[in-house]
């Protein structure tokens, strides 16, 4: 699981920074080539990632596909080649990493212990787990986009700087993948705050770093997106 959220998370962010320093200094001259070719795989990575994510049971399965959607969102940024562009896909991945890292820190921690990775294995979570629910549960909104979360913020200025170039096709379809991929993300959640389960997970216990490195990634998940300085301190440094 470690090694699973370790290449969802710092592989994209490196790609991500690799392919548009490629697109963008190399292939400048070429915008208007790419520009398509880049919208058509962001619309094609969205809609496989949100498909396969809607039918998964498999608790670690179900976060590497809606790993591969939010890649779709991040292309969206790519597309603008544009400062606002860059500065929304730097954000966004700032965001991703603390989002994803809640995600798989909690499906790590229940797996671990008690080698159960499927959804409805959450059921009733918040009974006997609270603390690890409310961290699940932020670290869902926010890849989710639902405010007052950071991932709101991050996926608003993606749609925005993708919306620059005046291809409102394309980004009616990236908007309509993010009303899907609300549905799974609040599938999970609903499993775990209001279903019952007659054999609800045991307590689970962590030890006070493991606790610690989940209470930086809630507060990480509010906080970057309510301090408007940390986006502006990235745009300016763009």
């Known amino acids: 699981m470690a090694t699973t959220s370790f290449l969802s998370v710092i592989s994209k962010g490196a790609v991500a920074f690799i392919f548009m320093a490629t697109l963008y200094k190399v292939f400048q001259s070429m915008h208007a080539?790419?520009?398509?070719?880049?919208?058509?795989?962001?619309?094609a990575t969205m809609i496989i990632g949100n498909l396969f994510a809607l039918r998964q049971q498999n608790i670690k399965r179900f976060l590497a596909f809606s790993s591969i959607a939010q890649v779709g969102f991040i292309l969206v940024g790519v597309s603008s080649n544009s400062i606002e562009g860059t500065s929304a896909v730097v954000y966004f991945i700032l965001i991703y990493v603390f989002s994803n890292l809640a995600a798989f820190g909690v499906a790590s921690a229940i797996a671990e212990q008690t080698s159960r990775e499927n959804i409805d294995d959450y059921k009733g979570m918040y009974q006997t787990n609270p603390f690890l629910s409310w961290v699940l549960a932020?670290?869902?909104?926010?890849?989710?986009?639902?405010?007052?979360?950071?991932?709101?913020?991050?996926?608003?200025?993606?749609?925005?700087a993708g919306a620059s170039k005046g291809s409102y096709f394309f980004?009616?379809?990236?908007?309509?993948?993010?009303?899907?991929?609300?549905y799974y993300y609040l599938r999970v959640i609903r499993s775990v705050f209001m279903e019952k389960n007659?054999?609800?997970?045991?307590?689970?216990?962590?030890?006070?770093?493991?606790?610690?490195?989940?209470?930086?990634?809630?507060?990480?998940?509010?906080?970057?997106?309510l301090l408007s300085w940390i986006y502006?301190?990235?745009?300016?440094?763009?």
Not at 143 to 149: N, Q, S
Not at 171 to 182: D, E, G, R
């Open 138 to 160: 932020l670290a869902l909104f926010s890849l989710a986009g639902i405010p007052p979360t950071a991932g709101f913020f991050g996926k608003l200025f993606l749609l925005t």
């Open 198 to 225: 007659d054999q609800p997970l045991e307590k689970i216990k962590m030890e006070r770093s493991a606790k610690f490195a989940l209470l930086i990634c809630g507060a990480g998940i509010i906080l970057v997106g």
């Open 232 to 238: 502006d301190y990235i745009q300016s440094m763009a």
């Open 33 to 43: 080539v790419w520009y398509n070719l880049v919208m058509i795989l962001s619309i």
């Open 171 to 182: 980004i009616t379809i990236a908007a309509l993948n993010m009303i899907i991929s609300l």
